[in-house]
């Protein structure tokens, strides 16, 4: 048995989304081949960031690179990972870039980073030492390979046909929101006009302010830190996985074996779970595009009572003209002006609070469907 396994050397790898691989070698061990997909997350703040740039560096070579989308997620995928060391750069304009050096990467882990304002760069470095070496049949690593390529092939249908559902989703939402947002710009052109006139009704608080901007910068600098830290706490992890498992020696056949059918079950499960997130997202897609409309709709409603409102105050307007003729001419009595100014100031009081009760429902329109 022991001659056996000393001429039967093979590096097996499984991971969670249903990717098996295997390279069998004799004598002189070479490194291990296998397709991952990982993820990576960016906030800012206490949001999601949007529009980073994502470059994955082997051996000073890019061998992947993406860029986040409106959840602040890219999924990346390395065709021929052979399990060495990676760095992870995290980049945007007007932010400062991170770079995780030293990183093992685990197939469908995510790795979280937090960018902050500022310029130049921030490396964090993971010291670990792997030698992926791992004893196991010549046999049993074919009957694997086979399973793992028609695991593979199932996996890959089910994303087309998620990946097919969910831009026609995003597309339709996408024309809601647009059409959305031409009625809000609507409302926003007449709420500027409004401000010009009644200026002197606000006052800027700037002090407190200043003092929020410091509060938001102080904020996503300690987000950063800790997106940083969490980032390098999982890959020192991942880094001590692989050390610790590559220190063991091999166990007999008949345990290799009983690990072996585990890991296929669990890449069964790795698989059947992606395809439930898949439509997961679909249904997601669906219920933002039903927000899309419901706040199209009500924005809609709330404009037509702005222009309600401005037809009521453009008569006012043309009152308070045919006042001050009368007034300047000499021509009213002064108790007879007093009275229709009285009702004229009455009637701008009256559309204030119309004003008023429509910008609250609007802001509670906005916050009810998320708008900013």
């Known amino acids: 048995m022991k001659t056996l396994l000393s001429i039967f050397l093979v590096f097996l790898c499984a991971n969670s989304s249903g990717t098996l691989n295997a390279t069998p070698t004799i004598q002189n061990i070479s490194p291990q081949h296998e397709k991952i ?3 990576i997350s960016v906030m800012h703040v206490n949001s999601p960031f949007k529009g980073a740039n994502v470059e994955v560096f082997l051996k000073g070579a890019i061998v992947a690179r993406g860029t986040t989308n409106d959840v602040g997620t890219v999924r990346l995928e390395i065709a021929n990972y052979v399990h060495d060391a990676v760095n992870i750069r995290v980049s945007a304009a007007s932010y400062m870039s991170q770079e995780l050096q ?14 902050i304002k500022g310029e130049g760069l921030q490396i964090i470095q993971v010291e670990s030492e792997v030698n992926n070496i791992i004893e196991n049949s010549e046999e049993r690593q074919r009957e694997l390979e086979e399973q793992r390529a028609k695991l593979e092939t199932e996996r890959r249908a089910a994303e087309e046909r998620s990946q097919a559902a969910r831009e026609e989703a995003e597309r339709k939402r996408k024309e809601a929101a647009e059409q959305a947002q031409q009625t809000e710009n609507n409302i926003e052109e007449q709420r500027i006009a409004r401000e010009r006139e009644a200026k002197e009704r606000t006052e800027a ?4 302010q200043v003092e929020m901007q410091r509060l938001e910068a102080q904020q996503e600098q300690e987000r ?18 692989k050390e610790t498992e590559t220190q063991r020696s091999a166990k007999k056949e008949e345990k290799e074996a009983k690990e072996l059918a585990k890991k296929e079950k669990q890449a069964k499960k790795a698989a059947e779970k992606e395809k439930k997130e898949a439509l997961k997202a679909e249904k997601d897609a669906k219920k933002e595009l039903n927000k899309e409309k419901a706040y199209g709709k ?11 409102i401005n ?3 453009s008569k006012v307007k043309k009152e308070q003209e045919k006042l001050d003729k009368e007034i300047n001419k000499g021509k009213i009595p002064v108790e007879e002006a007093e009275t229709k100014q009285a009702k004229i100031k009455a009637k701008h009081a009256n559309l204030d609070a119309k004003q008023k009760g429509l910008e609250e429902k609007l802001i509670k329109l906005k916050r009810k469907y998320s708008k900013k």
Do not use: C, H, M, W
């Open 37 to 39: 997909s990982f993820t």
């Open 298 to 308: 009500g924005a809609r409603k709330i404009e037509k009572q702005q222009n309600k």
């Open 205 to 208: 608080d700037r002090t407190r």
């Open 311 to 313: 037809a009521s105050r």
């Open 102 to 115: 030293g990183v093992y990467l685990i197939s469908n882990r995510n790795y979280p980073f937090g960018l």
């Open 224 to 241: 950063a830190q800790r997106s940083a830290a969490e980032a390098k706490r999982i890959a020192e992890a991942d880094a001590k996985k």
